[in-house]
Each structure stands twice: as structure tokens, then as C-alpha cells.
């Protein structure tokens, strides 16, 4: 019985980030934030299946310079990718730091800090 109660008090929620009305920008912040960390982690993924892929390439060889020499390059791409999407990652956290800049991406805090009042 306690279980249907509960099932029964259950509140479907919309599906995504929340708008909230009065303060459109942390809805902006919110959606940045998770467009930015999606395509940093599928950066990530991506790049590492490539040096995977070419891995095996490399193993299966058998010997063909050709076969060899390309898979030499995906490797190399693969492991350049990697290299580049962690660190542009550091180095936007980097500069903001630099600049003084406590939290680049919390949106609501810049923008509160460049209206006069």
C-alpha cells in the first residue's frame, strides 16, 4: 500500500534545463555549461576510440609499410586531438584566471558585475 502512495505522488518533470523568468541569464549559463562539457567529453571519447582504432590498425599490420605509415598518422591525429581538446579546456580556465575572473562561467556573476547601478 505505502508503495502505490508513492507512485502515486510522483511528479513528472518537462525534460531539459528548467527557464526560470525572472533571471534568464542563468538559464544561459546552464545552457552553455552543458553544451560545453558535452562536447568536451565527446572530444575526449572520440579521440581515445581513434588511438584505439588506430592501435589495432598498427597491430594488424603484419608488416606493409604502407598499413603501418597510416596508422602511425591516426595514432599521432588521435593522441593531437586529445592534446588539444584538454588543453584548450585548462587554457580557457587559465586566461580567466589571469584576468581576474573568479568563475568564467558563471554567467549571472559577470554580467552582475558589468551593470551600474
Known amino acids: 500500500m505505502d508503495h502505490k502512495l508513492k507512485l502515486l505522488a510522483y ?3 518537462p525534460i531539459g534545463i528548467p527557464v526560470d523568468p525572472v533571471n534568464p541569464v ?3 549559463e ?3 555549461s552543458s ?5 568536451s567529453i565527446v572530444a575526449i571519447i572520440w579521440f581515445t576510440i581513434q588511438i584505439i582504432i588506430a592501435a589495432y590498425n598498427y597491430i594488424s599490420s603484419q608488416g606493409d609499410k604502407g598499413k603501418i605509415e597510416q596508422a ?3 595514432i599521432t591525429n588521435g593522441i593531437l586531438g586529445l592534446v588539444i581538446a584538454l588543453v584548450a579546456i585548462f587554457l580557457v580556465a587559465l ?3 589571469l584576468l581576474g575572473i573568479d568563475n568564467a562561467f558563471n554567467l549571472k556573476e559577470q554580467f552582475d ?3 551600474i547601478k
Do not use: C
Not at 553544451?35 to 562536447?39: L, S
Open 30 to 32: 546552464k545552457i552553455l
Open 11 to 13: 511528479k513528472l518533470e
Open 72 to 74: 602511425q598518422k591516426a
Open 113 to 115: 558585475k558589468l551593470i
Open 95 to 97: 586566461i580567466t584566471k
Open 26 to 28: 542563468i538559464t544561459i
Open 35 to 39: 553544451v560545453i562539457g558535452f562536447f
